[in-house]
């Protein structure tokens, strides 16, 4: 096996296919990961069934699938973090058995994580031969952060080797785990969901890297749930639904995203929404000249002011990192407010015990759903009951009536689709979708009033956007006030009726949304105001702005 | 993830382990528990063969001499009931990830607390039972309870940390009843305080050995009320309540609970509290129930320190604590009849390293496989 992976790694894929594979086609890039018949079973469901996979030398396959279809679990299968129940994998035509991420590697496949291992308090060249056998003292790191540097070079991936990674953003961690992994010598990357925690620029970043790396002869797997990003970066797509294959190796320039999408969901899928007009009622949430400091101590909300009404939903647009997500925490009383306030229904609720926004109909969809979100360790129930535990049915006295609150769960788990065997298995056990929609479903079920959601479709499939989006024009509809934090520009055009866009935490301007259809002036004008143009400032035709 | 290869060749078993990722049913943590206690025994015992005994001999004397009769029995559990109290105090503290280790001077102010109704004397010596235990009782869960607090608040307010500030404030609590000991309480110069009234006395069975001939001679003491009942109560409240709830997320993710509204400096200064009060009441239970005087070794015995290793081997589940203290009682109990005594503390420490191992089991799933190698 290794001799093989050797010779493969010394020649580029099409000598590869000569001297190696002279059973292929010739006129076929050979199969860098052929797995079959893959079987796997977790207790209550079928998370892989008998799925076949191909991966071609030197492409970029896109693995779709609505949440819980079982992509995370195929992947883990290959990167030897999980053993499958049935079933053969094949590197570049030898069978291989992994029992851990180490032969994995070995074999030369990596996989980064959506959720980053890395030691916050040690460099990226510490971090990077963590668990290598070599160096076996740490002295001469430099000549390490050299390597490594170069190796940054080889395939676009800048960051500093010596710089610690709590200092890093999360784009940057991303590109540490990529060279983690190259490092290693893989040359099968598989990535879940890499996008779903890049700002834009970052995502073009990411995408030169990719490229970069099949053409020097690497190949890439590549798990999304956006359909745009699919069809401009992958060479051919697959798509599991239940753990099912439904689409293999289909080339990702023939297909428009409406078929991928009716593909994963088994449905047609309504990609656009049906905004109805409304008038919006009196203020409920509004925001006064509000100033606040970020984790590290600097500035990043700098005199905000904005409102949102009963029954209109208002987004705000920004590139990541320029104070949304601290503005939401400001509103969730979970951030210090150093000057200004917010209001909710004209009370106070900056700088004041968060648990009086929840008694009186906030609801919060965080941005970080494992760590703030939810408590990976509890149960569903537990996990449903966070924001009504207080109050009866759940609340007997100062006791807690668990057959209501299991009832309650059971009664969230059918409404809203969470797909979990029981509502006492802990969260930490559910898909990326599934637990966004158990934290969905609690902020919901509480009919609020005013709602801040941060990022809410962040990591859900196609089906679940859609039903994500119904449910907030359904609280639109219900007269409650949405504030809606997101960076995808198109779900905040067609369903805000209001937009802010921010920049460095101050109010570049707002425009009003009249069509739900992207229009071009209208893109351009947010993205211009996104890196810091003011409205004012803007020479826009026709489209339809508001002081 | 490690992987033993039982021999290189083809066909092979193979033992693989991989992490568990499913929850485990509710029987298999006790199941791997009880295995893990029967594989340190057999341990133990090759030791015990190697060093020129009898294992079978030195279990079976082991095994009488702290559950032989009833009398031993007795003996066993009137051992076990100060663990159980100062476990169930670990455990509350521990669920919330306050490393709440001193129990041992929660107990002895508790002791201390209960002690001062009788000496100072708070109430007249012939008080009833009735009057006079519940006021000691109350009096040793309120100075075990300021125990705790003061560490809790020191966490909340100025995040002190709370394992320096608890494990200090263990020996101010033993200066503190040594002062009176020897001092202010003291029994013509000895080392100790006079004895209590029977009144201010927990209750033995042998107390009833007039109407209940079968009670003649056993030392077990209303103490272990204090203990059942306070493992329900605490059952109850961390499984069943509000509070209980906000502790458990609280140790589960405290950025979640704070964003569930749930105020952390309260329950840390709560739950500390509480933590101190019960090992407080352990004090109390054998101040008043064994030793019937104030005096400060045998109340300086290490309770709070075993309360640690009991609340983690019964994983912190107030029921599985009474079980747990039993066998330690046994084990403490045993130490006084075998020699060389060090043969209990030995079966003690293979035990404990067993149950920790076997923690592995729990995480952790062993595959057989035979396969080819490469
Ligand atoms: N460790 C586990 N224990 C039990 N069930 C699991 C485990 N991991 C995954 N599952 C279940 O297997 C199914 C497939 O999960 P998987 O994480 O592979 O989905 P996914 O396609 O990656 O979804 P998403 O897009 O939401 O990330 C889900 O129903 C999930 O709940
Ligand atoms: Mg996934």
Redesign the interface.
């Known amino acids: 096996?290794c001799t093989c992976f050797l010779v493969y790694l010394a020649t580029s894929p099409l000598e590869h296919a000569v001297t190696a594979n002279t059973t292929t086609d010739l006129q076929q890039p050979p199969l860098a990961v052929e797995m079959r018949g893959i079987v796997k079973r977790?207790?209550g469901v079928l998370a892989n069934d008998h799925v076949n996979f191909e991966l071609r030398a030197g492409e970029i396959h896109a693995l779709l699938g609505e949440n819980g279809a079982g992509k995370s679990t195929l992947m883990n299968i290959l990167a030897g973090l999980?053993?499958q129940d049935a079933g053969t994998i094949k590197v570049k035509g030898k069978t291989l058995?992994f029992?851990?991420?180490?032969d994995a590697i070995k074999a030369g496949i990596g996989m980064v994580h959506q959720h980053f291992m890395l030691v916050p308090s040690q460099t990226v060249t510490e971090n990077i031969l963590l668990g290598l056998d070599e160096p076996r003292f740490l002295m001469r790191l430099q000549e390490y952060d050299k390597k490594i540097a170069d190796l940054g070079d080889k395939y676009g991936l800048k960051v500093d080797p010596r710089t610690k990674i709590w200092q890093l953003s999360v784009g940057e961690q991303q590109r540490v785990e990529l060279l983690k992994m190259l490092y290693r010598g893989a040359d099968v990357l598989v990535m879940d969901e890499p996008t779903a925690v890049l700002a834009p620029q970052e995502i073009e970043g990411l995408f030169e890297t990719l490229h970069s790396m099949v053409a020097q002869g690497k190949s890439v797997i590549f798990i999304s749930h956006k359909l745009n990003e699919v069809a401009s970066i992958a060479d051919r797509v697959s798509v599991l639904r239940r753990g099912k294959v439904t689409a293999s190796g289909v080339p990702a320039k023939g297909v428009s995203r409406q078929e991928l999408a009716s593909m994963m969901v088994g449905r047609e899928v309504a990609l656009a929404v049906d905004k109805k007009p409304k008038t919006p009622g009196e203020i409920i949430l509004d925001v006064k000249d509000v100033h606040a400091e970020n984790d590290k101590g600097l500035p990043c909300l700098r005199g905000l002011s904005l409102h949102v009404r009963a029954g209109e939903i208002v987004g705000i647009a920004g590139v990541a990192g320029n104070g949304q997500v601290e503005l939401s925490q400001v509103i969730?009383g979970?951030r210090p407010c150093k000057k200004g306030q917010a209001l909710l229904n004209g009370k106070k609720v900056s700088n004041r015990?968060?648990?009086?926004?929840?008694?009186h109909g906030m609801s919060?969809v965080?941005e970080d759903r494992t760590?703030?979100?939810?408590?990976?360790?509890?149960s569903v129930t537990?996990n449903v009951?966070?924001?009504n535990?207080?109050k009866p049915p759940i609340?007997k006295g100062?006791?807690?009536d668990?057959s209501a609150a299991t009832k309650f769960a059971q009664e969230l788990k059918e409404a809203y689709d969470i797909i979990v065997p029981t509502v006492?298995?802990?969260v930490r056990?559910l898909s990326g979708g599934n637990l966004q929609r158990v934290i969905l479903a609690r902020e919901i079920s509480g009919h609020p009033n005013f709602m801040v959601a941060v990022q809410p479709t962040r990591g859900l499939d196609v089906g679940a956007i859609e039903g994500v989006h119904r449910l907030l024009l359904t609280q639109r509809e219900a007269d409650a006030a949405v504030l809606l934090i997101s960076e995808e520009l198109e779900e905040l055009i067609a369903l805000s009726d209001r937009i802010y866009v921010i920049y460095e935490g101050r109010m570049m301007g707002e425009i009003k949304v009249e069509g739900a259809e992207p229009d071009k002036t209208l893109m351009d004008a947010i993205g211009l105001m996104m890196t810091g143009t003011p409205l004012e400032q803007i020479h826009m035709e026709g489209a339809p702005t508001h002081g | 993830m490690a992987e033993w290869t039982a021999s290189k060749k083809r066909g092979a078993l193979r033992v693989q382990l991989e992490p568990r990722l499913d929850v485990p049913p509710a029987w298999f943590p006790v199941a791997v528990s009880l295995g893990a206690v029967f594989v340190a025994l057999i341990l133990g015992g090759i030791v015990i063969a190697f060093s020129g005994g009898n294992p079978f001999a030195t279990y079976a004397y082991i095994a009488r001499a702290s559950f032989g009769d009833i009398g031993v029995l007795s003996d066993t559990i009137v051992k076990a009931t100060p663990i159980i109290l100062t476990a169930l105090a670990c455990s509350i503290a521990f669920r919330m990830k306050l490393w709440n280790i001193g129990a041992e001077g929660q107990f002895i102010m508790g002791a201390w607390g209960a002690s001062a109704v009788v000496l100072a004397p708070l109430l007249p010596p012939e008080t009833t039972r009735w009057l006079f235990i519940p006021a000691m009782a109350l009096a040793g869960f309120g100075m075990g309870g300021v125990w705790g607090l003061i560490p809790g608040y020191l966490k909340a307010k100025f995040n002190v940390n709370e394992i320096i500030s608890s494990l200090m404030l263990n020996y101010i609590a033993v200066s503190w009843v040594n002062y009176w000991v020897f001092g202010v309480w003291s029994e013509g110069g000895f080392q100790m305080s006079p004895k209590f009234p029977t009144n201010a006395s927990l209750p033995r069975l042998s107390d009833y050995a007039e109407t209940i001939p079968f009670f003649r001679g056993l030392t077990t003491h209303a103490g272990l009320i204090f203990g059942i009942l306070a493992a329900i109560a605490l059952w109850f409240i961390v499984y069943r309540s509000r509070w209980g709830y906000e502790i458990r997320l609280i140790g589960d993710n405290p950025r979640a609970a704070k964003y569930a509204g749930i105020n952390i400096v309260r329950n840390t200064i709560l739950v500390m509290a509480l933590s101190g009060a019960l090992a407080g009441l352990g004090g109390v239970s054998e101040v008043a129930g064994v030793v019937r005087r104030l005096q400060t070794a045998p109340l300086n015995a290490g309770y709070g320190f075993t309360g640690i290793i009991v609340a983690w081997l019964a994983k912190l589940h107030p029921l599985a604590i009474i079980l747990v203290s039993i066998l330690f009682g046994a084990l403490i109990l045993a130490g006084r009849e075998i020699q060389p005594s060090g043969i209990p503390k030995m079966i003690q420490g293979i035990i404990l390293v067993c149950l920790i191992a076997s923690d592995f089991l729990l995480r952790y799933r062993l595959r057989f496989t035979r396969g080819e190698v490469e």
């Open positions: 096996m977790f207790p999980y053993k058995e029992s851990s991420p180490r969730a979970l015990d968060t648990r009086y926004g929840i008694e919060y965080p760590h703030v979100g939810s408590s990976p360790n509890l537990d009951i966070m924001k535990y207080r609340s100062s006791m807690l668990m006492n298995t802990p056990l």
